[in-house]
């Protein structure tokens, strides 16, 4: 590798990471961090599986609207005070219902949201297969058709 | 027999589908409240009107009584304030406002200006209170019975059809049930 390609790549791959950093930048509030590494992570985790229920595809780690920053309040003083993962998922889930959550459990309720892929992924599988089994019994295309005399 | 029936049961779902998915009247952005039959969240704040008084739902237990959540900010809350006030005029139930992620003077300016349909306004200065009763916007309308319960929540500006068609009944029915 010449000096001149590894200073390309090099600086290409600072663009990447750049870009990458750009799209993973997450909504700020004043003092937001939490002086604890660990709980920070654990906060992070969670506001990334918390609805915005006001713009309702975007997480509250990723909304800058009021509300996301009132829940995020909420989360790191749930954090603080001791309170494990569940319960603040609970505490969400009791207030705004499962919808909140980006991943639901999986209960006996939220089956048919877990199970639809793979209920599409059979169906599709079956389908292929009747078609397979029944194209294998037709005649080939290509086979010479006796032409006229 | 299959090929057939098969594209028919296909037309049927989906038809099912787009008659619930696309019917104008759904409002996709309302959710259904897990509060719904548990105990109303308990508030104490202050007054919009009056800081030194207390607003408290402690109050009116045993009282079938409305929550409308509001702020100035909110312009359906305005489209909605004409039939709060001609609610109010019926002296049905209480209905105590609560005003969220609002400034006091700003909400005390509307009172003064538009009139004011509620028996007591709660001032929600953290949002602290909305989010104990799952508000994610304004306005909002609970209805708690006399047992304390929340029965009924709408999300949308009120209108006569909805006061008649889904608060009376539920208020009349609740009044027996709580009391």
């Known amino acids: 590798m010449t000096a001149r390609t590894g200073t390309w790549m090099l600086l290409a791959i600072v663009a990447l990471g750049a870009l990458t950093a750009a799209s993973v930048a997450r909504a700020l509030d004043a003092n937001g ?22 713009c309702q595809n975007e997480s509250i780690a990723d909304s800058n609207v009021e509300l996301a920053s009132d829940l995020r309040r909420q989360v790191r003083e749930m954090l603080v005070a001791g309170k494990s993962d569940q319960e603040i998922f609970d505490f969400m889930t009791d207030r705004y219902g499962e919808f909140v959550r980006f991943n639901p459990p999986l209960e006996p309720k939220t089956l048919l949201i877990w199970g639809a892929p793979f209920f599409v992924l059979l169906l599709g599988a079956g389908i292929i297969f009747r078609v397979v089994r029944q194209r294998s019994r037709m005649p080939l295309d290509d086979e010479p058709t006796p032409g006229p005399l | ?169 539920r208020i009349a029915a609740a009044r027996r049930s709580g009391a």
């Open chain 1, 33 to 54: 961090q939490l002086e604890d590494p660990a709980l920070q992570a654990r906060f992070e985790n969670i506001a990334k599986d918390l609805r915005c229920l006001v």
């Open chain 2, 1 to 169: 027999m299959w090929k057939f029936l098969l594209p028919f049961a296909a037309f049927v779902a989906l038809a099912v589908l787009f008659a619930f998915g696309l019917n104008p009247n759904r409002d996709i952005h309302a959710l259904p409240s897990p509060l719904i039959g548990k105990p109303a969240p308990e508030f104490s704040l202050t007054d919009v009107l009056d800081p030194s008084r207390t607003v408290s739902n402690a109050a009116l237990k045993g009282q079938v009584y409305i929550v409308n959540v509001w702020g100035t900010w909110c312009r359906e809350c305005r489209v909605e304030h004409d039939e709060l006030l001609a609610i109010a005029q019926q002296r049905v139930v209480p209905i105590i406002g609560l005003v969220y992620m609002d400034k006091r003077d700003n909400a005390k300016q509307w009172l003064e200006q538009l009139g004011n349909p509620y028996t007591s306004v709660a001032f929600d200065t953290d949002g602290r209170t909305a989010i104990n009763w799952g508000v994610y916007g304004a306005p909002e309308t609970f209805l708690v019975d006399a047992g304390g319960r929340v029965v009924y929540k709408f999300i949308s500006p009120m209108t006569p059809e909805i006061w008649e068609r889904e608060f009376l009944p």
